[in-house]
C-alpha cells in the first residue's frame, strides 16, 4: 500500500506495509532501509534539483557526445516517482554502462528493482528483463528473488518463471571450478547455490498457473537443478505436490511425498496419505494416518506437529465412500480414526500452507 504527501516540489512515497506475501521476515531485503533512504534524499534536496537532474540526463541521452553523470544516474534513482522517471533511469543507466564498457551493474539493478518495488511497478521491472543490455544486470541473489516475488504478487507467473530460469541459466554459465566452489562453501552454511527461497518461489507460480505445460515445466526444472546439488524445502515440495493433484497426477505426488525431509513426519505423512487416498489405497493412506495421531499433539494454533490438513480429511472421506459396503467393521474402524483427525486439523488447507508466506522464524519451513 502506498501514501502520497508533498514536501516543496517533491511527491514522497511513504511505505505503509512494504509486503503482505514475503517468504521470510521483509527486513533483510532492504526494501524498508531503500525507502527511507530515498524519503531522506527527498528531504534534503534543493528546490529544483530534480528537475535539473533530469534535464542533464535527457539531454545527456539526445546529446551522443555528452556523458551521463553517476553522481546524476545515483540521485535520480532516489528521487524517481513515476514510470515515465524509471524510463528516463534505464536510458541514462545503458548509455553510462557502455561509455565505460561495462558488462553489467548489480548495484544499479539492485536499486532500480527496488525501486520498482516500492512504485508497484512490475512492468518496468519486466521491460528492463527484456532489454538484453540490462537484463544481467539484474541476475544478482537478491534482485532476481524481489523480481519474482514481485510478479508472483501481480499474478504474472510466467513472467515470474522466466526470470527464475534466466537466473538459473546464469549460475549454470558460470565456471565449473566455481560452481563446485560454491557447493562446497554454501553447503558449510547449510543454503545452496540456487537459494530456497528461489526455488519456493518458482514452484509456486508454477503451482498457481496449475495447467499441464505448468505440470511439465515443474518437472523439467526439478530435473535442472538437481544436477547442482540443490534441494527442495517442505514447501516447495507441496507446491509441486497439489501441482501434481490438481494436473491428476497422484503417483507423482506420492513420489514427491516421499522427499519431503524425515523429520518432518508430519507434513511427510499428512501429503501420503492424500496421495493414497487418491489412488484409492484407503489401507496404506490410513497406516501414515495413526503415525500422526501416535504423534504428541502441540496446542499452538500455528503448530503443525502432528496435525491434518482438511484435505487429508477430505481425501479419506473419498476413500472411505467408495469402500465396498460389506466391509463394515474396517469402514466403522476407519470412521473412528477419522473422528480423531477432525480434533486435530491445522488452521489452513494444503493450499494454505503452500501460500502463507508470512513465515518469520521457520525459514526453511
Known sequence: MVRFSQIGTFRIVKLTSINKRFIYDASPFGLKEYDNFRLNAVRKATPGLFETI??????????????VDLQDLNMFLLLSKNSEDLDLLLESFKKYKNSILLDKDE?????????????????KMTEAFNDDEIKDSLMSQLTSFLIINKLIIDKKYDEA??????????????????IQYLQKTKLKKQTQII????L???????????????????KELISKVEPLKCKLNNTAIACCFLLSLKQNEPRYAYELALSIEKFNVTL??????????????PDE??????????LKKLES????????????????RDSISKMDPKDSIKKDKFDLILKEVERRLFRNDLFGYCTNVNVITDKKK
Not at 533530469?54 to 556523458?67: A, F, G
Not at 518461489?201 to 515443474?218: H, Y
Not at 494454533?301 to 479419506?316: A, H, Q, V
Open 200 to 218: 519456493r518461489l518458482v514452484f509456486e507460480a508454477l503451482m498457481l498457473k496449475n495447467t499441464k505445460d505448468s505440470f511439465l515445466k515443474m
Open 268 to 281: 511427510q505423512n499428512n501429503l501420503k496419505a492424500i496421495a493414497l487416498g487418491k489412488l484409492n489405497k
Open 107 to 123: 548495484k544499479f539493478g539492485e536499486k532500480f528493482v527496488k525501486l520498482c518495488y516500492l512504485l508497484n511497478n512490475s512492468d
Open 285 to 294: 493412506a490410513f497406516f501414515f494416518i495413526e503415525t500422526i495421531l501416535n
Open 161 to 178: 518463471v522466466k526470470i527464475f530460469e534466466h537466473y538459473l541459466e546464469t549460475v549454470n554459465n558460470q565456471p565449473k571450478n566455481k
Open 195 to 198: 537459494p530456497f527461497g528461489h
Open 54 to 67: 533530469k534535464t542533464r540526463l535527457e539531454n545527456s541521452i539526445r546529446d551522443k557526445d555528452k556523458e
Open 301 to 316: 494454533r500455528n503448530d503443525f506437529e502432528g496435525k491434518f490438513f482438511p484435505d487429508t480429511l477430505e481425501s479419506l
